[in-house]
C-alpha cells in the first residue's frame, strides 16, 4: 500500500483566532497556506469572509481563494480537486501544504474521503423545486422531504431551502433517499495523513469576538459590497449569497430589513455556525486541542509548531 504523505490543519470554530496564527505557523515551517473555507472560494466577496489581503498573500501564498465567481456553485468535489493539486505544487517546489479553515464537510471529503460526488443533477428540476417552496412555503417543502427522507429532513433547517431542494432533487433522479445513497457509497483513498491542531476558547470570548468583528464588517465596507454584488447580478438566487451576512444585506438592500436587524441578524447565525461547526469538528481525529485564551501567542506557536514539525517529519 502506497505511504500518505503527512499533512497538517487548523481547524476550529469561527473568530478562535486560525489566520493570524497559520500566517506566524507558515513562516516558521516554510509553508503556503491552502484554504478550506466553502465562502472564500468566491471572488468579489472579500469584507463578508475575511479574506487575507493580497500583501499577505504575496508575502505567503494561499490557494483555494478566488476560485469561483459568486453565480456558480463551487463543489466539494472541486475543492477536492484544488486542494489535492495544490498540495503537490507546493510539496514539489520544496515548501510545506498548510490546511486552514473552518468547513468540516471539505475536510471530510479531503481526508476522509468522498461519498458519491457524482450524483445526478438537473437544474430545471431543482428550479421547480425551488419555485414550490417560494409559492408554498419552504416548510412544505421540508416536509415533502421528510416525507420520503427523514434522516436528511432531520439534518436540514426547513428554511435551508438550497439544500432541501438539493436532497428532493437527488430522489426524484434516482428514486431513492439521498442519505441510503451516501450510506452506500465508497469512499476514495485518501493520499494524506492529516494532523489537526485544534484551536478553541471558551464559547462567551468566541461570542464576543463574533460580534466584534461583524462590527467591523459592517463599518468596512460591507454593505457596500453586497450592494456591489447585487449591482452586478451576483443576488439571492446563487448559494453564494446565501451565507450569514450577505443574505442579511441583500434583504437592507431589498428594503426589507434595518441595517441594524441585519447586522443582529448576521451575529446571530453567525453564532449558530460557530455552534454547529464545534459539533463537527468534535467527531474529528487525530486532533490535538489547545485553548488560546490559556496560552500566550509564543508559547502556542511554539507548541505547535514542535507537533507538526514531528508529523510532517514522521
Not at 194 to 219: C, K, M, S
Amino acid at each position: 500500500m502506497t505511504k500518505r504523505c503527512p499533512a497538517v490543519a487548523i481547524i476550529g470554530p469561527t473568530a478562535v483566532g486560525k489566520t493570524e496564527l497559520s500566517l506566524d505557523l507558515a513562516r516558521l515551517l516554510g509553508a503556503e497556506v491552502i484554504s478550506v473555507d466553502s465562502r472564500q472560494v468566491y471572488r468579489y466577496m472579500d469584507v463578508g469572509t475575511d479574506k487575507i489581503s493580497p500583501v499577505v498573500r504575496r508575502e505567503i501564498p494561499h490557494h483555494g481563494i478566488d476560485v469561483a465567481d459568486p453565480d456558480e456553485t463551487f463543489t466539494v468535489a472541486a475543492f477536492v480537486e484544488m486542494a489535492e493539486a495544490a498540495a503537490r505544487r507546493i510539496r514539489g517546489r520544496g515548501r510545506v501544504p498548510l490546511f486552514v479553515g473552518g468547513t468540516p464537510f471539505y475536510y471530510n471529503a479531503l481526508f476522509r474521503g468522498v461519498l458519491n460526488l457524482n450524483l445526478p443533477a438537473d437544474p430545471r428540476t431543482r428550479e421547480r423545486l425551488e419555485e414550490a417552496a417560494a409559492t408554498e412555503g419552504a416548510e412544505a417543502l421540508h416536509r415533502m422531504l421528510a416525507s420520503v427522507d427523514a434522516a436528511t429532513a432531520a439534518r436540514l433547517h426547513p428554511n435551508d431551502v438550497r439544500r432541501v431542494s438539493r436532497a428532493l432533487e437527488i430522489y426524484e433522479l434516482t428514486g431513492r433517499a439521498p442519505s441510503e445513497l451516501y450510506a452506500e457509497g465508497e469512499k476514495s483513498h485518501p493520499s494524506m495523513d492529516v494532523l489537526y491542531i485544534g484551536l478553541n476558547r471558551p464559547r462567551a470570548e468566541l461570542f464576543e469576538n463574533i460580534a466584534t468583528r461583524v462590527r467591523q464588517q459592517f463599518a468596512s465596507g460591507y454593505p457596500e459590497e453586497v450592494a456591489w454584488l447585487i449591482e452586478h447580478g451576483f443576488d439571492e438566487r446563487f448559494p453564494s449569497m446565501q451565507g450569514f451576512g450577505y443574505r442579511e444585506l441583500a434583504a437592507w438592500r431589498r428594503g426589507t430589513m434595518t441595517m441594524e436587524e441585519a447586522l443582529e441578524g448576521d451575529v446571530r447565525r453567525t453564532k449558530a455556525f460557530c455552534r454547529r461547526q464545534m459539533t463537527w469538528f468534535g467527531k474529528f481525529e487525530p486532533v490535538l486541542w489547545y485553548d488560546t485564551s490559556a496560552l500566550s501567542g509564543r508559547e502556542l506557536r511554539t507548541r505547535i509548531f514542535e507537533e507538526m514539525s514531528k508529523h510532517l517529519e514522521g
